[in-house]
């Protein structure tokens, strides 16, 4: 079965960076597009940025410049490079595979706060 784990949230400091990774399992992990979402408290959750099987990326306008996605097809990973962070970038992040139906990670806290 599908499985996605997210790791590597935390408390940091406005213009702090942080790494989050995502370990896939359970299908032909590079054969599928990956993303990243994130769902702040009270919002409705939003793409963060995704990469295609051929490793195109793309990303939304609040964190281009700031977040890179990227992925390893050998250990079926993908990360999430998040620089500059602002308070704004608070929420619970998480990882998202469409393989027939969605699929999600259980989520990762990432908080920006001094």
């Known amino acids: 079965q599908v499985q996605l784990v997210e790791s590597g949230g935390g408390l940091v400091q406005p213009g702090g960076s942080l790494r989050l990774s995502c370990e896939a399992s359970?299908?032909?992990?590079?054969?599928?597009?990956m993303s990243w979402f994130r769902q702040a408290p009270g919002k409705e959750r939003e793409r963060v940025a995704s990469?295609?099987?051929?490793?195109?990326?793309n990303y939304a306008a609040s964190v281009k410049g700031r977040f890179a996605i990227t992925r390893d097809n050998v250990a079926n990973m993908v990360y999430l490079q998040m620089n500059g962070l602002k308070p704004e970038d608070t929420a619970v992040y998480y990882c998202?595979?469409?393989?027939?139906?969605?699929?999600w990670g259980q989520g990762t806290q990432v908080t920006v706060s001094s």
């Open positions: 998202q595979t469409w393989n027939g139906a969605n699929y």
């Open positions: 990469i295609g099987s051929g490793h195109t990326a």
């Open positions: 359970g299908f032909p992990f590079s054969n599928y597009a």
